[in-house]
């Protein structure tokens, strides 16, 4: 059996200039950003997200490049290679959940993060949706 048969898309990402000014051009075609920006203290980025039904996206952007290079050398290279003219784009991926599971009526899973976006919970976690709620 395939290793990746269980992988399902979690986010997409999108490696971006410093503070985000690309999602203007996504607000401008109608897209909710998430309030807040998330530093992700120890990785040396920040991001800011905009949230869909059961995936979000990320636009994520470097602020601390010594500490980004210390603490994840696969995200520095991508960064290093955008800047070089590859692409800005990634996929975050998680195991499918089961459909016996208990859970499978609310597919999700916990995504641990530094800051969470005020819309969504006062934990340091957040459940990731199905099409049962919408996420805005």
């Not at 990746?4 to 000014?21: E, G, M, N, R, S």
């Not at 992700?40 to 905009?50: C, D, E, I, L, N």
């Not at 996206?57 to 995200?75: G, M």
Request: aromatic residues 8%; proline residues 7%; contains cysteine.
């Amino acid at each position: 059996m395939n290793q990746y048969a269980d992988l399902v898309i979690d986010h997409i990402y999108i490696c971006v200039t410093k503070q985000a000014p690309e999602a203007k051009a996504l607000q401008d075609a109608g897209m909710q950003l998430a309030s807040g920006t998330d530093h992700h203290t120890g990785q040396g980025t920040a991001a800011v997200f905009f949230y869909f039904e059961n995936i979000y996206l990320e636009l994520i952007w470097v602020e601390d490049a010594e500490e980004l290079k210390s603490a994840d050398k696969q995200l520095a290279d991508k960064f290093k290679n955008v800047t070089n003219g590859g692409s800005p784009f990634g996929l975050g991926l998680r195991k499918r959940v089961p459909s016996d599971a208990p859970e499978a009526n609310m597919p999700r899973h916990e995504y641990g993060i530094c800051s969470p976006p005020p819309i969504l919970l006062s934990s340091n976690v957040f459940p990731l949706l199905s099409n049962k709620r919408i996420l805005h």
